[in-house]
């Protein structure tokens, strides 16, 4: 029989059981893959938003926007089915997280974004399957606000939604700086020197993220103020509204190789992946 001394043990050694679920083999393989894919989509969406910066694009910098690119390639529709899987896998590892996580609060954001990437699973599934593709972060904004803003009450809920962005978008930011992403990571298998760069990346990605949906809250606030749901924003319009500010194409390209980055950073999470860091 386990006695309590051994189980207290265990717990020290970071064998906890609650956590065992999404630390199985295979719910990090599933991890591992949709890291991959969230890392491919970002990489794209950093390239379009760097197009836009200097070459006034007008592909959408957002996620829908890399699945056109994505589709556009000669093995476009296979790609959309591997990366449809990649965000089922991240959608089932972080339900598994919220189901069996310690922690409120972690189990919570686990939940939300197992429902995120889910909504994203399905959308790429349906593109792939040639239903049509996911709609613009930007019709999706102006299209909630505006749902949102004709019933009572609407207002100040999408008010508390662009500030928590704008909350989400600073906690990011601090995050990226303070290196807490470096928990996810087995950084003991990482050379010092590999280390440094996968911190660098982390940084970068963290604050170009933290930006842009720091951005998009500020606009989703401005549009429930003056009741005008066109003025909310999604991804693409938020990194274009950066793109009309004072050196705007300099500061847009900055934040896209900050997505890149990230979407370099997101890769480098799959290969030094570690679940219980979580």
Known sequence: MTTSAARRARNRAGHRP?????????LRGLARAGLVARGVVYLLIGWLAARIAFGNSRQQADSTGALHAVAGTPLGNVLLWLLAAGFAGLAV??????AAGSGTGRR?????????????????LKYALGLGAPQSSNKQAVDLTATAMQHAGGKPVVIII??????????????????TFLRSLDTRRMTARTRKAVEWLGIAGGVARGVVFGTAGIFLVIAAVRSQPGQAKGVDSALRALAATPFGPWVLMLVAIGLIMFGAYSCCEARWFRATGR
Not at 163 to 178: E, H, N, P, T
């Open 162 to 179: 662009g500030f928590a962005l704008i909350a989400g978008g600073l906690y990011l930011i601090w995050s990226a700086v303070q290196h």
């Open 93 to 98: 590892w972080r339900l598994a997280e919220a």
């Open 18 to 26: 609650a956590r065992q679920p999404a630390g199985s083999p295979a």
């Open 108 to 124: 919570l954001q686990a939940l939300g974004l197992g429902v995120l990437y889910a909504v994203v699973a399905y959308g790429t």
